[in-house]
């Protein structure tokens, strides 16, 4: 699966972006897609996830209530919509995909080794 990840941007504290994460699979209903970031100087961690179909997500508690995850099988996309930016939210974000056949679980989502496809990263970057 080949994940191509856009959407990023320079935007002041309060304002809102929506990235965008379109993947070349088939079945893209088929895997859980998350969303990752990683800040300057910081390890790359989990920030949201979704299940095959829509209906179910896990979000970092760092964004819980500021960034809504949802997907569009039909155009191979899931989406991250990001609102009430803060400047810590300045990072690269990545999407990634995990195919695998367990029931999708908050720990699952969460772990990053459970992700094989990956995306190149969009820069998000928020000014104070």
């Known amino acids: 699966v080949q994940l191509q990840a856009c959407g990023g941007g320079s935007v002041q504290a309060g304002g809102s972006l929506r990235l965008s994460c379109v993947g070349s699979?088939?079945?893209?209903?088929?895997?859980?897609m998350g969303w990752f970031r990683q800040a300057p100087g910081k390890e790359r961690e989990f920030v949201a996830a979704i299940d095959r179909v829509g209906r179910a997500t896990f979000y970092a508690d760092s964004v819980k209530g500021r960034f809504a995850c949802s997907r569009d099988n039909a155009k191979n996309s899931v989406y991250l919509q990001m609102n009430n930016l803060k400047p810590e939210d300045t990072a690269i974000y990545y999407c990634a995909a995990q195919d695998s056949p367990y029931a999708f679980s908050d720990a699952r989502a969460r772990t990053q080794s459970r992700y094989p496809y990956w995306g190149q990263g969009t820069l998000v970057t928020v000014s104070s």
């Open positions: 699979a088939r079945t893209y209903s088929n895997y859980v």
